[in-house]
């Protein structure tokens, strides 16, 4: 999915300006130094002197692509720069092969609950990236039941055990003011599946019939079922310690931190970025002030062909866009893959 911004870039950058932006955004991300033209004139897509380079740099940063942080210093993108570079990389790039190699070995083991393996795909992309991995989970509210257990844990106590098609288990504790044996349990469990299983878990709208209107197990299923707040979409962040190592001020890093905590501020900020057409947000794009000297890599996942959930990474506005985007796109595409095959 590529941006849709890039038509709104100006018509004025000609080839060889665009080179020069080019050549310094790569070598910033690269270093995190202010970069002079003695630097870009030796790279190799630049064939001009320095003195040209020196000349077209000043004009980049009069147009708003560069900035001199310090007189006589080299200079630095800004977010127009990064905007620019991202909207005009070339093919997209491949994982290395160690990386490719990590994300089949880790689907290819990847099993158990789907909480575990989503908190465990967020760190897989951190690994990759060097970013914070965020990993939104499937909405719950379109998941149908897989199968329904009742398990006895006392006379008096019982767990309901709901597995859901997108991989979840919900648990209840139900208790009861008379005694239930496991028989009863058992038979209330079968009930429980013929009314249920393939439904939406959102819906507990069920058709009973005189016996189970007198079934006081099978109402308090029903009942715990349908009055169970739908969690938040859960969020799952990884490699949040590394990727804070990118940024030098204490504050930034503290409204950072404090962002990722809040789960609907994290969902609503990618949905909001796939919704606008983009892969990439750069600063003041993420519509979030702490976020300026940010930026946010996004993709979309589908299970069995519905839209289910987003995966991105967060790091500095000096990212290194190719690479993030290569990972966020193979795990996005595993991850989908895998979920659908269940």
Known sequence: MGSTMTEQQPTGLDDRKASILRAVVAEYIETA???????????????????TVRNDMAVLEQEGYLFQPHTSAGRVPTE???????DNLDAPMRLAAGDANQVRS???????????????????????????????????????????????????????VTV????????????????????????????????????????????????????GVLRASIDALSSATLEERGVFIGGTAV?????????????????????FVVVTLLRDVVDRGLNVAIGTETGMEPLADCAVVVAPYDVDGEPAGSIGVLGPARMHYPQALAAVAVVSQRLGRHLSEG
């Open 243 to 263: 990727m804070t190592e990118a940024f030098d001020a204490i504050g930034t890093v503290r409204e950072i931190l404090s962002i990722l905590e809040e789960q």
């Open 33 to 51: 130094q202010p970069v002079g033209s003695g630097h870009v004139a030796q790279a190799a897509s630049v064939n001009v002197s320095s003195a």
């Open 164 to 215: 859901l098609s997108n991989g979840t288990i919900d648990k209840h504790t139900l208790e009861f003011d008379d005694d239930i044996d496991e028989a009863r349990l058992s038979e209330t469990a079968t009930r429980l599946s013929s009314l249920l299983v393939g439904r939406p878990v959102g819906d507990t709208a069920v058709s009973f019939d005189e016996r189970d209107r007198g079934d």
């Open 80 to 86: 127009k720069g990064y905007r620019f570079f991202v």
């Open 106 to 160: 880790f689907f290819a083991t990847a099993h158990g609950e789907l909480e575990r393996m989503l908190q465990d795909t967020s760190r897989l992309l951190s690994n990759l990236t060097q970013y914070a991995g965020v990993v939104v989970a499937p909405a719950h509210e379109v998941a149908t039941v897989r199968s329904v257990q009742l398990v006895g844990l006392t006379p008096r106590v019982a767990l309901l």
